[in-house]
């Protein structure tokens, strides 16, 4: 299809999300500045303008940006939701955003990650321990999300036994940020905002009587003493953390395994060359680009691509098809482990970069260096594949996976 044809992707529908790659491909060739009717926002599709859509705070701002297209009619239903929202660092612009993401920032301090990479080690190890005698387990529960929520639980100071509870929570709210069409679902995700935020409350409470060496401690302290966040705004963050920081990896990490099962000879070659482990997780980062769609708000009227976008117009910078952009990457669609060039957009770009990076990048190379290592046999158990229905976090909701 050539450009300037009309095109219809509806990016909410189930065929989009099991496999969107080729309507990204459409998009970028036929309509490269779409409107998403369904959505009710602009979708940058090209790398050069999903690039600028994120790091661009003049055209895109981000203030408030994915609560602005809810429905009227859900709105009364929804308050304690799109308040938690409109305080998230990710939907403020500066001088606000600054203020908050400096305190983020205070979480990946060297004094709060101690031994970072011997922890996520010993997690990982701990994790396989529990299943490695059964010859099967679920990817995602039993090593995808245990991992990531274990380690950052850890850093944050959470107990272990709260884990699976704070799972269902997150991937809960993380369904509601990417499906605001669905009244149901920002319901459900709601609800389990408003129970993490009374069990974060409590955390922090008690952190006020008994300060430990964690990072809810530490936060509690800047909150006191230096009166830079309110308590709101300290539970606010918490929530925005474990909601974006769990999903993102747990996906990568899943997103990884089933993208060398469709590749076995970049499986051979991760299985006999563990050296390039780092390079081969920048490529996960490209081809599965977990944080497919952030949003953006259009800060002014201008001109992207022959389009007109006006001042208030949603727009979201796909990164996933900028991911996958021929102009940037040879063999796109390919999962090349030793890829050269990967100037990848997985972890955005500009002032919303991911803080969390740092931790992914030891997180993600030793998940998959200890998995291959202690069960090189893997595979799946069936060739189903379970895709959420999440836009903003596109991942697998089950993976059943055996060996022996
Ligand atoms: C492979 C894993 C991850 C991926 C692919 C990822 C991706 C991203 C992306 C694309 C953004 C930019 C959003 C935007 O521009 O609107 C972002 C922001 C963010 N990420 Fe991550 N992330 C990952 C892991 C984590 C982890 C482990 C944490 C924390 C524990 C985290 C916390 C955050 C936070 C707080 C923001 C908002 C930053 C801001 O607005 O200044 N992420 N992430």
């Known amino acids: 299809m050539s450009e300037g044809q009309k095109v219809h992707v509806n990016v909410l529908s189930k065929e989009f999300n099991v496999n969107p790659y080729p309507y990204y491909k459409l998009l970028r060739e036929a309509d490269p500045v779409y409107w998403s009717e369904e959505t009710r926002h602009w979708l940058l599709t090209r790398y050069e303008d999903v690039q600028a859509?994120?790091?661009d705070a003049s055209r895109f701002s981000s203030?408030?940006?994915?609560?602005?297209?809810?429905?009227?009619?859900?709105?009364?239903?929804?308050?304690?939701?799109?308040?938690?929202?409109?305080?998230?660092a990710v939907m403020k612009d500066n001088p606000e955003h600054k203020r908050l993401r400096g305190l983020i920032n205070q979480a990946f301090r060297p004094e709060n990650i101690k031994d970072i990479h011997g922890r996520t080690q010993q997690t990982a190890d701990w994790l396989l321990d529990q299943v490695i005698d059964k010859g099967e387990m679920d990817f995602i529960n039993d090593y995808a999300f245990a991992l990531p929520a274990t380690v950052f639980g850890?850093?944050?100071g959470l107990d272990r036994s709260d884990l699976p509870t704070v799972k269902k929570w997150s991937v809960e709210l993380a369904v509601a940020t990417g499906r605001v069409d669905s009244l149901e679902l920002m319901l459900k995700g709601q609800e389990s905002l408003l129970q993490m935020s009374s069990y974060l409350e409590d955390a922090i409470k008690e952190r006020m009587e008994r300060p430990r060496e964690d990072f809810l401690s530490f936060l509690v302290k800047a909150w006191r003493e230096e009166?830079?966040?309110?308590?709101?705004?300290?539970?606010?963050?918490?929530?925005?953390?474990?909601?974006?920081?769990?999903?993102?990896?747990?996906?990568?990490?899943?997103?990884?395994?089933?993208?060398?099962?469709?590749?076995?000879?970049?499986l051979e070659l991760l299985k006999k060359s563990p050296e390039i482990m780092k390079q081969a997780t920048e490529e996960f980062y490209r081809f599965t680009s977990p944080a497919q769609a952030p949003t953006r708000i259009a800060a002014?009227?201008?001109?992207?691509?022959?389009?007109?976008?006006?001042?208030?117009?949603?727009?979201?910078?796909?990164?996933?098809?900028?991911?996958?952009?021929?102009?940037?990457?040879?063999?796109?669609?390919?999962?090349?482990?030793?890829?050269?060039?990967?100037?990848?957009?997985?972890?955005g770009?500009?002032?919303?970069?991911?803080?969390?990076?740092?931790?992914?990048?030891?997180?993600?190379?030793?998940?998959?260096?200890?998995?291959?290592?202690?069960?090189?046999?893997?595979?799946?158990?069936?060739?189903?594949?379970?895709?959420?229905?999440?836009?903003?976090?596109?991942?697998?909701?089950?993976?059943?996976?055996?060996?022996?």
Request: with cysteine; hydrophobic share 40%.
């Open 154 to 156: 850890s850093i944050l």
């Open 349 to 404: 770009n500009g002032n919303h970069i991911c803080p969390g990076m740092f931790l992914a990048r030891v997180e993600v190379p030793v998940a998959f260096e200890t998995l291959l290592r202690r069960i090189p046999d893997i595979r799946r158990k069936s060739e189903d594949e379970d895709w959420n229905m999440n836009l903003s976090f596109r991942g697998l909701s089950t993976f059943p996976v055996c060996w022996g």
């Open 63 to 88: 203030q408030s940006s994915s609560t602005f297209a809810v429905r009227e009619d859900f709105i009364p239903h929804i308050m304690p939701l799109l308040r938690s929202f409109s305080q998230w």
């Open 53 to 55: 859509g994120l790091r």
């Open 300 to 347: 002014c009227d201008f001109e992207i691509g022959g389009k007109e976008i006006k001042k208030g117009q949603g727009v979201m910078p796909m990164i996933a098809s900028a991911n996958r952009d021929p102009a940037v990457f040879e063999r796109p669609d390919e999962l090349v482990l030793t890829r050269e060039k990967n100037p990848h957009l997985g972890f």
């Open 227 to 266: 009166n830079k966040l309110t308590l709101e705004e300290v539970v606010a963050q918490m929530v925005m953390l474990l909601a974006g920081g769990h999903t993102t990896t747990m996906n990568v990490i899943s997103g990884g395994l089933l993208a060398l099962f469709k590749h076995p000879d970049q």
